[in-house]
């Protein structure tokens, strides 16, 4: 039943208890508490139509199509339309993967040993194509993020190093960042031509990479070497 104010106004029961018990079943209602998140989502922004989301689980993932009243429709990897509460979204951890600051490369590549006589110079050519290599953060974006940031964020130019040993053979690691703008794809585009020019110097030099049928072949080998020791050890003495 709905009263207007000036009705409110001619009743003795006084207006601030009226407004009290008015509050108190909108708190305790479903549909208040989604329409209150609701209105917290458009005033705080934390994602807009637009932005791609993932929850803590991982459990969602993809595009809010809408922020409606009572649910946030969400469009997912898997081509599936999900409604979800935005009480649910309020209380829970989201991730808005479309807010960055930059996309972080880390990837690893293995090299046979006996092919690279000098890997301290290798190390230093690669951390050389890296330096001058298009569209990765250098020294100077990551001083200008930092600044913006109050310091308060972590990345640096992008760095190649040694990493020890594997049973792929030697390790190198690279550390690389790629700016926050760039949609997932063009991310991709720019990782894939990163790795690709560092195999090409890779094979220009004559190093062997390492890959898992080249390990396989070595554990092989070394496998059988001890079958080979452990039968001979088990032969007969011969104490004639």
């Known amino acids: 039943m709905l009263f207007s104010f000036w009705s409110l106004?001619?009743?003795?029961?006084?207006?601030?208890?009226w407004i009290t018990i008015g509050l108190s079943f909108f708190h305790s209602n479903a549909t208040g508490s989604s329409l209150q998140a609701s209105f917290l989502i458009q005033m705080n922004r934390p994602f807009v139509e637009g932005d791609e989301i993932q929850?803590?689980?991982?459990?969602l993932i993809g595009v809010v199509e809408e922020v409606g009243i009572i649910n946030t429709h969400v469009n997912s990897r898997d081509g599936v339309l999900v409604?979800?509460?935005n009480q649910t979204?309020?209380?829970?951890?989201?991730?808005?993967?479309?807010?960055?600051?930059?996309?972080?490369?880390?990837?690893?590549?293995?090299?046979?040993?006996?092919s690279v006589p000098d890997l301290s110079g290798l190390v230093k050519e690669i951390q050389t194509k890296l330096d001058s290599f298009d569209g990765l953060l250098q020294e100077e974006d990551v001083q200008l993020l930092q600044r913006l940031r109050g310091g308060r964020i972590?990345?640096?130019?992008?760095?190649?190093?040694?990493?020890?040993?594997?049973?792929?053979?030697?390790?190198?690691?690279?550390y690389a960042f790629a700016g926050g703008s760039l949609s997932r794809r063009e991310f991709a585009a720019l990782k894939s031509q990163m790795l690709l020019s560092i195999h090409e110097f890779l094979?220009?030099?004559?190093?062997?990479?390492?890959?898992?049928?080249?390990s396989e072949g070595r554990r092989r080998k070394k496998s059988k070497r001890i079958e080979e020791s452990d039968i001979k050890s088990s032969e007969p003495f011969d104490l004639a």
């Open 89 to 114: 979204l309020l209380d829970d951890i989201v991730v808005n993967k479309s807010m960055r600051d930059f996309r972080p490369i880390i990837e690893s590549v293995h090299l046979i040993p006996q």
């Open 154 to 174: 972590k990345l640096f130019r992008p760095l190649c190093m040694f990493d020890g040993y594997c049973d792929l053979g030697l390790k190198l690691t690279i």
């Open 203 to 214: 094979i220009s030099r004559g190093v062997e990479i390492g890959h898992l049928s080249s």
């Open 83 to 85: 409604h979800v509460p």
């Open 9 to 17: 106004k001619d009743m003795d029961f006084p207006l601030r208890s």
């Open 55 to 59: 929850d803590a689980k991982k459990n």
